[in-house]
């Protein structure tokens, strides 16, 4: 069964817009990371943020976790028609193994 | 290219039939994994390796489906008597045992399988 929830399924936004999608998860964690994946193919690891972190930063990704409400939110800024893809946020706890959302679909319209 | 490598990349096959596919590793990652990923949906964990030993299986891995990783390198997945449900993304990922980028999983593109 799947661990956590993105929201929204779906984001439309317009070439340079931001895109913020959240994700919400079931149980305890050590580390939560996002994931890319374009259509039909493998994933590519986005960013980690380990439990006591709240914030973290890479290029013009922002993720933010919070554990005592069990979620967290991704933002791409400054959007770019590369960045159509799903989206999926995957825990993981003492057993490396990873457990995956149904993820967020985003196109940018140029 | 050092990524993880998946063959084949798509399989058609008819229900009751075997299907064997297999996976490559980043040569330096002992930890490996099975996911399975149907149409909209995120992948599901289905089994994971470290070096040659088989460490968990999930409960969606049925008698039909078994996974080797013989000398702890290339890993294989076989489904026996395929059914229609069987039809899915079948992804392959490794990590390394240890080091900062222990919990990062690289990916391969995949192996779908459509089961007629």
């Known amino acids: 069964s799947q661990q956590g929830e993105e929201d929204p399924q779906a984001l439309s936004i317009q070439e340079g817009e931001n895109a913020t999608m959240n994700c919400s998860y079931k149980?305890?964690?050590?580390?939560l990371q996002w994931y890319r994946q374009n259509s039909g193919r493998g994933l590519v690891h986005l960013i980690l943020?380990?439990?006591?972190?709240r914030e973290k930063h890479s290029g013009r990704l922002r993720v933010t976790l919070d554990t005592s409400k069990k979620s967290s939110s991704l933002l791409i800024t400054a959007s770019r028609a590369a960045d159509t893809a799903s989206y999926f946020c995957a825990t993981d706890g003492n057993d490396y193994k990873l457990s995956f959302g149904a993820g967020t679909t985003v196109t940018v319209r140029a | 290219d050092t990524g993880v490598s998946q063959n084949p990349r798509h399989k058609i096959t008819k229900r009751g039939q075997n299907v064997t596919f297999r996976c490559d590793p980043i040569s330096e990652h002992n930890r490996l994994y099975w996911y399975r990923q149907t149409l909209g949906q995120g992948p599901e964990f289905l089994t994971y390796?470290?070096?040659?030993?088989?460490?968990?299986k999930s409960r969606l891995l049925s008698d039909r489906f078994s996974a080797e990783r013989p000398k702890g390198s290339f890993s294989t997945l076989e489904i026996q008597r395929t059914e229609q449900g069987d039809s899915a993304m079948y992804l392959c990922?490794?990590?390394?045992?240890?080091?900062?980028?222990?919990?990062?999983?690289?990916f391969g593109a995949g192996t779908r399988l459509s089961v007629l």
């Open positions: 990922a490794s990590s390394p045992g240890g080091g900062l980028a222990k919990n990062i999983q690289y």
């Open positions: 390796f470290q070096n040659e030993a088989q460490l968990e």
């Open positions: 149980t305890s964690i050590n580390n």
């Open positions: 943020i380990r439990s006591n972190e």
